[in-house]
């Protein structure tokens, strides 16, 4: 009997997935697998571990003593449903738990345990029967992440063994596998008879008591998209009635610059003034991974060639059409109030993440400015209005070329529909769209495409084969990813010795593996033992996988305005001042970068390995990082990156290494040279030579004015399908790559990189031309 707070159990009645649950616990009790689909908010994630902790999961002496086990997506989704659910469980609160990648609360007394899906299946590769498990419970399964994907279909097979083992050892328990949507995009799963072998599951419907939503187009879809959010919501919180808002943005950059803006517009002592000035956004700069890194400003940013309707109708402007909008016939809140802005996004620290959930302090209106981390498995209390940019940043792979983007595109009408109802979990809302029906009809595609369509797979692929499941091709994915895909990944790791010709996983392989990693950083730990190297191998590879650990140049004049925000200076007649400081900074950021590379001043992935490597020594580890122009987040993980590694090292290779030192002695010159070798074999298909040393050399337009216009040719990419498009072009090195500040003659023959990137900077003319980082 749990003994749930009184408000608790009141807002939990109301709930349509407990008006469901016996249904639904039915459903669990008559089939090994099921799939629930209930609107966001309807009560999934933080109902079912319930459910099943009242009927007896996870308890020691009932019939399903293993634990209940609800994976997420997102590290911030785990971290704070466990702390939703602990607090809804009453005096059971410590039976909930949740572990992420280096960070883990769990104990002997856990029943209820949340996690990242790729925390679920490090523990399959370790346990393929998931022996500790009586539940799994696979949440937000309609974001369709690579690794939810691969996990149902290994959860679906995990299932039929123990009810096989069962059949020959009766202390054997079944295993039930939960899969929980909010979209009723669920046919591939429902309607999977691959992926299902013992019939498809039933699907159980908790109809959604959402309260109403009122959505309201706007007339134009203007392509400053952060600019007319300022607009929006100032206007907004002057007009409507009392009530969060939540603004969905594409990425960090911009929930700063909106930030600002939103503080500057309404500090307490410039009541009834705005501050109108358009800041400065930052220039186009070059992102690594989808949430953590800015594609600057707006407008050069992708724009949606169809859109036809940034026009201007005549007679009606924006705050016209705002003043209908917002005039909800309720008394809008005093023009006093203040706003409570908060930032959402994946890079944030989990502490700062964690505070939306707070109510924001008395007399003031919560605003949080969001990536695509809100759109589905958040609840933040109180929010009443949702601006939506219909944006979002993904990230684009082309199986065929290799070229990876990061593309600003249209959302589809189905987040768009999970953003609209953000608004309505705590009573009637209203979802402002920053962008016209016109559009969204003729522009947004009806779903997002699985993520397994557009990601490179080897991973994946070495990580199957090495636990025995050597037909990828047959294994039950919910969405095949394609042949080429597969064959790319195939060609990749037998390129690095992880797979004999006829696809067997080698020895190596099988080591790489264990690796929580790429294998491309998997194979430079296990050839890094020369010259006494491993140790900074294993630095250097923990850096370059947690990646993007230097603020960009573009970004330093944000991050004077950030700092200054912090400290709460006066910002009237500052500009001055400002403006020195601003110069002051881009000083220090040029002697941090001058320091870090001085090892090696043409190579990024030696400063990296610098990076982490003076991190370990600093006193005071936040400060460090500012001054250093270092992301405090990305160091820290990539430290706790590195100490596991240290360890599965160690494991793979007895008695190789000695224990674990955090402060490394400088390399010596033997050693920079090693470490540039073993990063080289583990990018050995990513090679590439200067145009005008090749043996077909271009006829030069024009003579480079700097590096970053000294044309490139990619070699090894002959073979691959429609790869000669991207073989006659050339490439370029990236602007914030350590090598852009050298003169075109200084210019290598020969560089290794990472991955290329097409170019959707400011630069419209050079749109189609690949970068190479
Ligand atoms: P679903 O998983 O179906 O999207 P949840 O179980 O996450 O729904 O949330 C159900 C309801 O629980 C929400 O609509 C909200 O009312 C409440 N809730 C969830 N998390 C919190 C929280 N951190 N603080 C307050 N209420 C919450
Ligand atoms: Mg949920």
Redesign the pocket.
Known sequence: QVDRPEEIQE?RLK?P?VGEEQKIMEAIYNNSSIVIW?A????????LPQFLFEAGYGHPDSPNPGMIAVTQPRRVAAV??SK?VGDELGQYSNRVSYQIRFDTNVSSSTAIKFMTDGILLREIAKDFSLSKYSVIIIDEAHERSVNTDILIGMASRIVDLRESMRKEDPSVKPLKLVIMS?TLRISDFTQNAHLFRHGVPPLVQAEGRQYPVTTHFARRTHRDYVEEAFRKVSRGHRKLPAGGMLVFLTGQNEIKQLSKRLKQAFKPTQRGEDFQGKLKLSAADAPLETEDIELGDPDTGHQGEDDESDIDIVGLDDEDEDDQDFDLGEESMASTTRVHVLPLYSQLPTKEQLKV?ESPPEGSRLIVLATNVAE?SL?I?GIKYVFDCGRSKEKQYDLSTGVQTFQIGWISKASASQRAGRAG??GPGHCYRMYSSAIYEADFADHTEPEILRTPIEGVVLQMKSMGLHNVINFPFPTPPSRQGLTKAEKLLRNLGALKPDGQVTDLGNKLSAYPLSPRYSKMLQIGHQHGCMPYVIALVSALAVGDLFVQDSQVDMTVSAAKTDKDLVYTNADRLEDTAREQRRKDFFRARRLLSKHDDTSDALRYLSAICAYAYASEEESFCEQMFLRAKGLKEASQLRSQLTDIVRTNNPGLLGSYEARLAEPAVKQIKALKQIVTAGFIDNVAIRADMSPEPPEMQRKPRGATEVPYYTLFRAHEGRAEEIDEKAVYIHPSSILAHLTPKEMPQYLVYSHLQQSTGSQASENTVPKVR
């Open positions: 807002a709930l997935v209930g966001t908010g309807s009560g999934k994630t933080t109902q704070s449903m939703r909010a959930f589905t609840t209390p979990r705590t």
